[in-house]
T-cell receptor, first 115, second 114 residues
């Protein structure tokens, strides 16, 4: 079946602009995660959803970052007033359900470049 | 809180040689351990996982890892690497206390030379 997809694959924007990153999880997966991957920094956890609710938003780096999930499926990560330090690869992952040790299935990521 | 340390940022090795990628974790509760691989311009893919039971875990592509509770380690090994194994490898740990959200290490870049 189809895996996790993300769009766009690449996004170049100017400092101060808003961007939206989209994630389509595997059908039926109730848990969805967003990570940020900066060069040499590993994966930084941003937020996760169980269904449409986000129990833990503590990983969001600032109030310029927000995320939502609708219909228990598609999720959108929005970055307002982008800064150069927001440049990174944003990865989305899904798993069958939260609260267990299920593996995560990752999308290919969106590479964001803020000029 | 849980944490993961990958001791080597880069590991160069010649083709057909053995390799070990090191991972140490810190946690006060029982852990679940994972190794993921990331090929260029792709997302992460699960190599193997330790949940319970046998401490030696076998995964895809000939990789294996051993859970050592006393040394809090979960090193990844392969007896003979191929050029195609060149990739970034991430160790991750999750616990019930952390809502099962994995904490990832910084990654180890495995570079296989011909």
């Amino acid at each position: 079946g189809a895996g996790v997809s993300q769009s766009p694959s690449n996004k170049v924007t100017e400092k101060g602009k808003d961007v939206e990153l989209r994630c389509d999880p595997i059908s039926g997966h109730t848990a969805l995660y967003w990570y940020r991957q900066s060069l040499g920094q590993g994966l930084e956890f941003l937020i996760y959803f169980q269904g449409n609710s986000a129990p833990d938003k503590s990983g969001l780096p600032s109030d310029r970052f927000s995320a939502e999930r609708t219909g228990g499926s598609v999720s959108t990560l929005t970055i307002q007033r982008t800064q150069q330090e927001d440049s990174a690869v944003y990865l989305c992952a899904s798993s069958p359900r939260q609260g267990t040790y299920n593996e995560q299935f990752f999308g290919p990521g969106t590479r964001l470049t803020v000029l | 809180a849980q944490s993961v340390t990958q001791l080597d940022s880069q590991v160069p090795v010649f083709e057909e040689a053995p390799v070990e990628l090191r991972c140490n974790y810190s946690s006060s509760v029982s852990v679940y351990l994972f190794w993921y691989v990331q090929y260029p311009n792709q997302g992460l893919q699960l190599l193997l996982k330790y949940l319970s039971g046998s401490t030696l875990v076998k995964g895809i592509n000939g990789f294996e890892a051993e859970f050592n509770k006393s040394q809090t380690s979960f090193h990844l090994r392969k007896p003979s690497v191929h050029i195609s194994d060149t990739a970034e490898y991430f160790c991750a740990v999750s616990t019930s206390g952390g809502s099962y959200i994995p904490t990832f290490g910084r990654g180890t870049s495995l570079i296989v030379h011909p």
